[in-house]
């Protein structure tokens, strides 16, 4: 079976530019979680979903970020415009149920120049 | 707020050598402990769990004990590989209703062979 899927596994882009990540959870878990990680911060919960909808996105850093989960097979996060402190390994996770085992993508590392 | 607190690394080890990561958290209730390892390059993966006090989680020859007189969730592996370096996280899932994992920091172990 295959795991969750993040896309792309690596962007670098220029100050400025709008960055999308992409996450297809598994299929049949209804929990999708944004992550963010620094070596300065650590591992930060972004935002996530049940069953498509939103249900905290207090750690959203800014207005400048947005994430849509438009069904239960696909989620972006959008940076727009993005940042130099905006490079990170942004993680997507999923799990069946918000007590079980979360299952995370390999991550997008985004580099912003 | 519920939070874990867990040892800072780096820490290096000799192959062979035992491990023992401090993990301490606090929480209302009754949380279920988590320690999750993330190897070079890739997400998280969970490594195991204790729902309940006095319980033991094991994989891998790594064990941890859900301790709530002392609140403590600590990982020990009695003979490290050079394999197991990676950065282990410990979190908590409170028993409390619609909320996410908490994790620590992380601590980054590196096995010397």
């Known amino acids: ?113 | 707020g519920d939070s874990v607190t867990q040892m800072e690394g780096p820490v290096t080890l000799s192959e062979e050598a035992f491990l023992t990561i401090n993990c301490t958290y606090t929480a209302t209730g009754y949380p279920s402990l988590f320690w999750y390892v993330q190897y070079p390059g890739e997400g998280l993966q969970l490594l195991l769990k204790a729902t309940k006090a006095d319980d033991k989680g094991s994989n891998k020859g790594f064990e941890a004990t859900y301790r709530k007189e002392t609140t403590s969730f600590h990982l020990e592996k009695g003979s490290v590989q050079v394999s197991d370096s990676a950065v282990y996280f410990c979190a908590l899932k409170s028993s409390a209703g619609n909320t996410p994992l908490v994790f620590g920091k992380g601590t980054r172990l590196s096995v010397i062979a």
């Open chain 1, 1 to 113: 079976d295959a795991g969750v899927i993040q896309s792309p596994r690596h962007e670098v882009t220029e100050m400025g530019q709008e960055v999308t990540l992409r996450c297809k959870p598994i299929s049949g878990h209804d929990y999708l979680f944004w992550y963010r990680q620094t070596m300065m911060r650590g591992l930060e919960l972004l935002i996530y979903f049940n069953n498509n909808v939103p249900i905290d996105d207090s750690g959203m850093p800014e207005d400048r970020f947005s994430a849509k989960m438009p069904n239960a097979s696909f989620s972006t996060l959008k940076i727009q415009p993005s940042e130099p402190r905006d490079s990170a390994v942004y993680f997507c996770a999923s799990s069946k149920g918000q007590i079980a085992q979360q299952f995370f993508g390999p991550g997008t590392r985004l580099t912003v120049l």
